[in-house]
Each structure stands twice: as C-alpha cells, then as structure tokens.
C-alpha cells in the first residue's frame, strides 16, 4: 500500500464512451503524474502536475484531458479513444523536491 | 537524445541466487530511479541514486557515472522478488527502460 489510490482498477469502454480516471492521494505530495504503460513498451509519461498546474504535456492527443482541482487529486477524463489506447494508466505522486515517487495500482484500461 | 538499456530482458534463477540487473544511459543525467512492478501493475520505487551505491534490505544499488551505468543487486533471492525491474533517467524529461522480467524459482 503506497498511498496513493487509484480507481477504478479495471475499465472496459467503447470508443463512443467518455470516462474519467482517478487519482489520489494523501501524503501531502504536490506533484503528480499520469503515466501510460502499453504491452511490450516501455513506461510513458503523459502528465505532469505540479502546485494543481500542468508543467508537462509530453504530447499527448487530446482526447486524454488531464484535470488536477487540488494537490490531492488528479483525474485523466478519456473520451472516443482508441483500441490502441488499451495499457495500464499509472498514477504517482512526490513530494516537492522529494527524491522518492509513489505509485499507484494502475488502471487496466480495454478499448473496445 | 538519451536512451535506457536495460539487459538481461529476462532472468529466471534459483532461490538463493546473487541477481543482477544491468542499465546503461547514452548521455549525462541528474538521477537514476530502479523501480519494481509486480504482476497486475503495482509499482514501488526502490532506489534513486545520482552517485556511489545504496542499500535496502537484499536490495543493492550502483551507479558509474563516468561509464553511464548502473546496476541493481539482490542478495539470496526469493520467489517474492518475481516482478519486473524498471530503470528510469531523469535528465530534461524522464525516460524508462523497457524493464528486466525476473523469474524466481523455489
């Protein structure tokens, strides 16, 4: 159990769905990260936030939209994705200025 | 452009066994993290090191700056170490190797 939670841990959607991805965490980290990890690829940044503001965008499309209404939580909304968009969304969280990133359970997302 | 080697892909050893896990880095970096995700996604991070060597428990850490490596170490292993072994750089941007799967019998 790292602190950080996230829900649901398992999604199943059309490429008509809108969904959203949740996140959250109280250890009083400021930092936050939404990364996507696919088959056979190595882990991808997506998102960072820092202080609720997005410092990173590592061009990701937009119909991932990232939203972060405080420190505490951060949510991926997902809308007409994509069967390629099928991994594992992994959240995490730090400390500001910490060495140390905690993660998530992941959310095994399927695009049907 | 900086990219992460990670080798062996896959490792399958006995309990008990002295593991390693390489990783190598083309450019310069602030910091190196190993993390380890076990079966179903979860990640923990176990070390992040920017020189020398850290311990954790059976868990070794070492980095050559000058030869861009480092390498990760766990003494007497156990079936519970089974997971997959990821090494991230951080230099403007972090990027993660494509992990090592470790395999560890009883």
């Known amino acids: 159990e790292t602190g950080v939670t996230q829900t649901p841990r398992h999604l199943v959607m059309g490429m008509t769905n809108k969904k959203s991805l949740k996140c959250e965490q109280h250890l009083g980290h400021n930092a936050m990260y939404w990364y996507k990890q696919s088959a056979k690829k190595p882990l991808e940044l997506m998102f960072v936030?820092?202080?609720?503001?997005?410092?990173e965008n590592n061009s990701v499309p937009s119909r991932f939209s990232p939203e972060c209404p405080n420190s505490s939580h951060l949510f991926l909304h997902l809308h007409t994705l994509q069967p390629e968009d099928s991994a594992l969304y992994l959240c995490?969280?730090?400390?500001?200025?910490?060495?140390?990133?905690?993660f998530g359970q992941g959310t095994r997302l399927t695009v049907v | 452009k900086n990219e992460v080697e990670q080798s062996p892909q896959n490792l399958t050893a006995q309990e008990g066994e002295f593991i390693t896990i390489n990783c190598s880095y083309s450019?310069?970096?602030?910091?190196l993290h190993w993390l380890q995700q076990h079966p179903g996604g979860g990640i923990v991070s176990l070390f992040m090191?920017?020189?020398g060597k850290k311990k954790h428990g059976r868990l070794i850490a070492t980095i050559n700056i000058q030869e861009k490596h480092s390498s990760l170490h766990i003494t007497a292993s156990h079936p519970r170490d089974s997971a997959v072994y990821i090494c991230a750089i951080r230099d403007d941007k972090i990027i993660f190797g494509k992990g090592t799967r470790l395999h560890i019998l009883p």
């Open positions: 995490a969280s730090r400390r500001q200025g910490g060495t140390e990133a905690f």
């Open positions: 090191l920017s020189s």
């Open positions: 450019v310069g970096i602030s910091a």
């Open positions: 936030y820092n202080f609720k503001e997005q410092t």
